[in-house]
């Protein structure tokens, strides 16, 4: 009887954990993951934002380099970290099946 009794005052943090964990925890990994694929696919022309606020262009960006240089202002060049970009606001690759058709 007094197993049962632990069980089940422990049942309510369980529950909240197991909610936590599909509400924030997994979705939070799954942008990792993605964010990690896009920063791998950095190309030049790509639109990007700075961990520190700064949106800048891409203009340099070699594959397997931790570090990328970044257009902030007309003329104005910093290397940053890869790891240092937050979000990739716009990217210039094209997906593999967008095809122009002729009307």
């Given at each position: 009887?007094?197993?049962?009794?632990?069980?089940?005052?422990?049942?309510?943090?369980?529950?909240?954990?197991?909610?936590?964990?599909f509400?924030?925890?997994?979705?939070?990994?799954t942008?990792?993951?993605?964010?990690?694929?896009?920063?791998?696919?950095?190309?030049?022309?790509?639109?990007?934002?700075?961990s520190?606020g700064?949106?800048?262009?891409?203009?340099?960006?070699?594959?397997?380099?931790?570090?990328?240089?970044?257009?902030?202002?007309?003329?104005?060049?910093?290397?940053?970290?890869?790891?240092?970009?937050?979000e990739?606001?716009?990217?210039?690759a094209?997906?593999?099946?967008?095809?122009?058709t002729?009307?």
């Open positions: 009887m007094l197993a049962n009794s632990g069980i089940i005052q422990f049942a309510p943090m369980i529950l909240v954990f197991i909610v936590f964990y509400m924030l925890i997994r979705p939070q990994q942008r990792q993951r993605e964010l990690k694929a896009q920063l791998a696919a950095l190309r030049r022309g790509d639109r990007v934002l700075t520190g700064i949106i800048g262009t891409v203009q340099l960006a070699r594959e397997g380099s931790p570090e990328i240089e970044v257009e902030i202002a007309p003329g104005i060049r910093v290397q940053i970290m890869r790891s240092n970009v937050s990739i606001l716009s990217s210039s094209k997906p593999a099946n967008d095809v122009k002729k009307k």
